[in-house]
């Protein structure tokens, strides 16, 4: 019986990776995931682990919530998945460090109470951070300080939360004040979230740590800011925890609230305008992360059994084709050295393998019939649909369209199709190949069978019941319209998307006329006020950041930051004294 | 360690100061080679022994405090010694750091310091130890200053031998030294009038007869007594922005003394910030009749905040840790102003926490200087490769800094900021929070130097630092993150020293 986090598995042997080297080291890398999966199975059910923290309290580091067998199964999957195609990497720290990271999420899946989830939480963000350095760029160096920044600071903020929730716990009477039980504030909606009273800051500092973590607009933009810096393989494990375990967190502490479904459908949204934009290829990606982690918020803000079901399923969905995805870019940019959709395109001549797989992802994050995004993304909408939530339900629906626009079709068509750029790389190393033909497998397996997914899910069926049906006839006939027509817009826009494609359609004269107003009166305001606080969350923040960091040089000016010469210093030392008198004179 | 002789338990409060006062004197004449070395090893190391043997029996007697009379004098004639929790821990610091950078001094001194000179810096070095334990150890409050006097002579004398890398390091001492000064004859001043106003120099006595007076609260005397040493002890200790000789100092000062002057110098600063305000005046006079809560908390908030940017904008690792310094001064010093039972405990504990994390850095920094002959950033530049285990200790060190879990710098931090929530002092919690922000900016720049860089010039050759080196460095680096996870000890430790400071006993 295993009576310890299973996460430690991977965060411990990670220790031991630098040492090993040739074989040893590649077995160890696929072993020590496989190892913490079975590990994660063998906990028993009724297990209870506890450890003495600071004296007089105790942290509960092993219990099972409702939603940690499927998360911790994903991120053990994922680990394996992500090591199999680094293995032939040859960087010393990426991969340990990676280890860390997706060890620290799955002890944060299996935490009892607030203060071990945040210190696992804080172990992820130094993981996340190696790994964004590990791409050995003077870019990612400078991503990696930012997003350092970033998750420090939600940290921080979590940590605030976590304390003034103590508090206000402990002026209640409360003996454990970090009982995870004490945290769940889903369940009062708005009521739980509101300012009138000291102890009600705590809930919002939480929620907004989460959320920053979450990649949530306003706080979204490290996201795509630092993941397309790390390398191939690095990105593929960052797509992969910090968000999803936000997601996690949620789901146990704010399942319910309903602020959430609107910050989930703004995340959609959000997602799909820069997507859209965007011509790097892994930050697509990127921004489709924060796409498809709208629709987990959204389902989590919803709350019902069914829509929580959706979100679970669906983070483990969208792990596995996300990853896929990021794995089927990160093998042409290794193949290429390009990461431009502009400089790539025609690749399917000799990368099918790769092309192969890069579709299948992208039917996947589509939601296509037989693959995994297909029956989990339906019940997040169909539990907005049950709970006549019409707006909600509108958005997810064209966010799924939007989703198969810039994920489902401009991606593999721009990178494998397109015009021809004349590049003929061959398809990456075995181990690339085999990682991504593994995931794909799951993508088609979890698709058409998806009894053993929803059999983990935080609410299982009763005995005798169906979950949930995802293959009924009109489902399957909406999202294959759906698709169609978002499909056929896709190249309608083209022009639009890519004005130096030469691909010409006949379009008739509405559209012609319609789309290009819609374009210039409507939706090019709305891209250029975005991509303005864009530019100034990246730009004038980098430039604010440079004023404050610039190295010391002696200028002639007053300068707070001056050294101070003795004279002064002695005028300083008596104004000094001279206040305390005065001040405590006047007492 | 159980059977020592009686004589010896019996008088370990005294012995704590005599052995490395006549063991620093002795040191003068130990010549050349290694045997200066050898002989303040031996002398801190037993220092240290004795400073464990007193923990453990005032832990056992379960007093709450031992109090020594020297020569037999009644207290308030002669001098009094009393150990509590609170020094007893204080003393185990200073006297283990003093040994730990003793140790690692040896290839340091030899490469920094002319031959002929050894046994002249060992024997100030020893001496300037001394009287930061004497400091601390003792109950009187005329004997603080002339202890202040020893080891502040001694290291300013400390300072100025780094002349010999920098002839920068003569102004460094001769500016501490005019400062240092200035500040003393306040203390000084504010000790005398203290006698003046209650007639005894025994801190107890002091605080019974000040407790004692009608007018205590409106008294001029007392008032000036208090902003005198509250300013002179605010210099000792560094706090912002009466700072202005600890950076230069840190920086010219050779890396060993570096070291153990981070480590435990503005400590005992802080220390006597303790036994002053809440021993001698007692917390309702110093926090509550005073506005000491206002004043301290501000210049504590301004310290974290504009020496982190100071930190930040450094050139030199040395000055940057030295900047650091001062902001961690800050958040000791807003501990204890909070006057809450968190609050103080985070101090004490942040005492502790920071004498390691910052005494590894500066080993670390030092152990580089003796590879690289430069603590520059661009000296460290690309070092990650060729020194791993000292670059892994440095950075290691720094998300100390920064207060990250599973570092001993998390605990302060989390015990300052619920002393902070405790007394309803958001603000300071979001300074702490920015100032931990500012921390990973600059911490940062030494990981970014360390090993996103190529190695150039003599950077380039350097191997990894030897081991007389590692082990120091990775001895304190150890300790910060051991008592970041198992805090048993010092948590326990600084709550208890915490309440019986709150308690108003002297």
Not at chain 1, 19 to 45: C, E, H, K, M, Q
Not at chain 1, 239 to 247: G, L, N, Q
Not at chain 1, 560 to 580: K, N
């Amino acid at each position: 019986m295993i009576e310890f986090p299973p996460g430690l598995i991977l965060v411990l042997g990670a220790l031991l990776l630098p040492f090993a080297s040739g074989v040893v080291r590649s077995a160890l890398a696929l072993l020590l995931p496989l190892a913490t999966l079975v590990a994660v199975w063998l906990v028993p059910d009724n297990a209870h682990v506890t450890v003495p923290f600071m004296g007089d309290m105790e942290m509960t580091i092993l219990q099972w919530n409702p939603p940690t067998r499927v998360f911790a199964t994903i991120f053990s999957l994922m680990a394996f998945g992500g090591a199999l195609f680094s293995l032939n990497q040859d960087r010393k720290v990426e991969l340990p460090a990676a280890f860390v990271y997706a060890g620290s999420a799955v002890c944060v899946t299996f935490a009892g109470d607030m203060l071990s989830l945040f210190i696992f939480w804080e172990m992820m963000a130094v993981g996340s951070t190696i790994v964004v350095w590990s791409g050995n760029t003077e870019a990612s160096g400078r991503a990696g300080l930012r997003y350092a920044a970033v998750h420090f600071v939600g940290g921080a903020v979590l940590m605030a939360g976590i304390l003034a929730h103590v508090f206000a716990l402990k002026a209640g009477g409360v003996e454990s004040p970090l009982e995870l039980g004490y945290y769940a504030f889903g369940p009062g909606g708005f009521d739980a979230l509101s300012f009138s009273g000291v102890g009600d800051i705590a809930p919002w500092l939480i929620l907004i740590g989460i959320l920053i973590n979450a990649a949530t607009p306003p706080f979204g933009s490290w996201l795509a800011d630092a993941y397309p810096e790390a390398s191939e393989s690095g990105t593929v494990f960052l797509s992969a925890f910090t968000t999803k375990t936000s997601v996690y967190v949620l789901m146990l502490l704010f399942a319910g609230t309903e602020l959430l479904i609107y910050a989930g459908l703004i995340m959609a949204v959000y997602g799909i305008v820069y997507a859209i934009l965007e011509n790097d290829m892994r930050r697509i990606l990127a921004y489709s992360i924060v796409n498809q982690v709208g629709f987990m918020v959204c389902g989590i803000g919803i709350g019902t059994e069914m829509a929580l079901n959706g979100a679970a399923a669906h983070a483990f969905a969208h792990i596995i084709y996300k990853a896929l995805l990021l794995m089927s870019a990160g093998s042409v940019l290794y193949m290429t050295g390009k990461r431009k959709c502009t400089d790539l395109g025609g690749l399917y001549h000799t990368m099918p393998i790769t092309m192969w797989c890069g579709i299948i992802g992208a039917l996947a994050i589509s939601a296509f019939p037989w693959t995994s995004g297909f029956v989990s993304k339906s019940m997040i909408s169909q539990a907005a649909a049950d709970n006549h939530l019409f707006l909600a339900w509108m958005i997810l629906t064209a966010a799924s369209a939007g989703v198969f626009l810039h994920a489902g079709i401009k991606f593999p068509w721009f990178v494998f199709f397109q015009k021809d750029s004349g590049l003929r790389p061959p398809d990456p190393p075995w181990n690339m190949k085999a990682a991504m033909i593994f995931f794909a497998g799951l993508c088609i397996l979890i698709g058409v069978f998806y009894e053993p997914l929803y059999a983990i899910l935080p609410f299982p069926a009763a005995a005798g019941e169906v979950l949930y049906k995802p293959y009924t006839v009109s489902h399957v006939v909406s999202q294959l319209q759906l698709l169609l027509w978002s499909g056929l817009a896709f190249f309608l826009l083209l022009p639009v998307l890519k004005r130096t494609l030469t691909i010409t359609l006949d379009f008739d004269w509405l559209w012609r006329s319609f789309f290009p107003w819609l374009w210039r009166n409507l939706l090019r305001p709305i891209v250029t006020v975005l991509g303005w606080i864009r530019d100034v969350f990246f730009i004038e923040s980098k430039r604010l950041a440079a004023a404050f960091t610039r190295e010391e040089r002696p200028t002639g000016k007053a300068d707070p930051f001056r050294e101070w010469s003795l004279g002064s210093a002695m005028v300083l030392l008596t104004f000094t004294l001279f206040i305390f008198l005065v001040v405590g004179f006047m007492n | 360690m159980l059977d020592i002789p009686l004589d010896v338990q019996a008088n370990l409060p005294v012995l704590i100061v005599l052995t490395p006062l006549l063991g620093g004197v002795i040191a003068t004449f130990t010549g050349r080679g290694v045997l200066p070395w050898l002989w303040s090893t031996l002398v801190t190391g037993v220092t240290f022994a004795l400073t464990i043997q007193m923990m453990m029996t005032l832990l056992a007697s379960g007093e709450p405090f031992i109090s020594y009379e020297l020569g037999n004098w009644p207290k308030w004639w002669g001098i009094e010694y009393r150990v509590d929790l609170l020094n007893a821990f204080i003393l185990l610091v200073v006297a283990g750091i003093g040994f730990i950078t003793t140790v690692y001094a040896r290839l340091s001194v030899q490469d920094e310091i002319p031959d002929d000179r050894h046994n002249v810096f060992y024997a100030v070095w020893i001496l300037a130890i001394t009287g930061l334990l004497g400091i601390t150890i003792t109950g009187d409050a005329f004997n603080v200053y002339v202890l202040l006097e020893i080891s502040s002579l001694t290291v300013y004398a400390l300072i100025a031998m780094g002349k010999d890398r920098d002839r920068r390091a003569l102004t460094a001492s001769l500016r501490y030294l005019i400062l240092g000064s200035v500040g003393a004859s306040f203390i000084l001043l504010g000790i005398g009038y203290l006698m003046m106003v209650t007639g005894t120099l025994n801190m107890e006595d002091m605080h019974n007869q000040l407790l004692r007076m009608p007018d205590l609260d409106t008294n001029r005397t007392i008032l000036v007594a208090f902003a005198l040493l509250v300013v002179g002890l605010s210099l000792k200790m560094a706090l912002y922005p009466l700072h202005m000789w600890l950076p230069k100092a840190y920086t010219y000062a050779p890396s060993a003394v570096s070291a153990l002057l981070a480590a435990t110098a503005t400590k005992v600063g802080v220390y006597m910030a303790f036994r002053f305000l809440f021993g001698i005046f007692g917390v309702g006079f110093s926090f509550y009749a005073m506005p000491s809560h206002f004043v301290l908390l501000g210049m504590a908030s301004l310290g974290i905040i504009f020496s982190s940017l100071t930190a930040i904008r450094q050139t030199n690792a040395k000055s940057l840790l030295a900047y650091s310094s001062v902001g961690q001064i800050g958040y000791i010093v807003a501990g204890f102003s909070l006057a809450n039972p968190n609050g103080v405990a985070g101090s004490i504990v942040h005492i502790f926490n920071h004498a390691v994390t910052k005494g590894g850095m500066f080993m670390a920094l030092g152990a580089i200087a003796y590879r690289v002959g430069g603590t520059d950033m661009k000296h460290l530049r690309g070092l990650g490769k060729r020194m791993p285990l000292t670059a892994g200790a440095l950075a290691l060190g720094g998300l100390g800094l920064i207060g990250f879990p599973l570092t001993a710098g998390f605990i302060s931090k989390w015990y300052l900021v619920s002393g902070a929530l405790d007394a309803g002092m958001w603000q300071l919690a979001v300074v702490v929070l920015i100032g931990s922000l500012f921390a990973l900016v600059y911490v940062w720049k030494i990981i970014e130097a360390l090993f996103f860089g190529e190695p150039t010039g003599r950077t380039a050759e350097a191997t990894e630092a030897p081991l007389s080196m590692l082990i120091p460095i990775w001895v304190l680096i150890g300790l910060s993150i051991y008592f970041g996870v198992d805090t048993s000890f010092t948590a326990d430790v600084a709550t208890r020293a915490a309440s019986s400071l709150l308690g108003g006993l002297p």
